[in-house]
């Protein structure tokens, strides 16, 4: 299950009104292979749900994550940052084992 914390939850909130998307646009969250880590996180607003999406809905959010994600994403919680380390999604995954210091990569 990925969850987001009550600051990502106001952040999508408010980037998606921001890009005019309703209120049906989930974001989806993937794994892609690449970074000086190994594997990377994407994170994107999505209107279409695929048959082999796992669906889960925290705090008002839709959340998009296709099976193969899934594995490397169980029980991360996606946060939000505006502080002077970084701004920016963060993704507070326990299955990773090696994080790069941007934070956009990892092993598990």
């Known amino acids: 299950m990925v969850t987001v914390s009550e600051i990502a939850k106001n952040k999508i909130v408010e980037l998606r009104q921001k890009d005019g998307l309703a209120e049906d646009y989930a974001i989806r969250v993937a794994v892609q292979g690449g970074g000086c880590s190994g594997l990377m996180y994407e994170l994107q607003f999505d209107a279409t749900q695929q048959p082999t999406d796992h669906v889960v809905e925290d705090k008002g959010i839709k959340i998009l994550v296709d099976r193969k994600s899934l594995l490397y994403l169980a029980g991360t919680e ?5 502080g002077l380390n970084g701004k920016g999604f963060q993704f507070k995954n326990p299955n990773a084992t090696r994080t790069c210091g941007c934070g956009e990569s990892f092993a598990v």
Request: charged share 40%; proline share 0%.
């Open 78 to 82: 996606l946060d939000f940052s505006d």
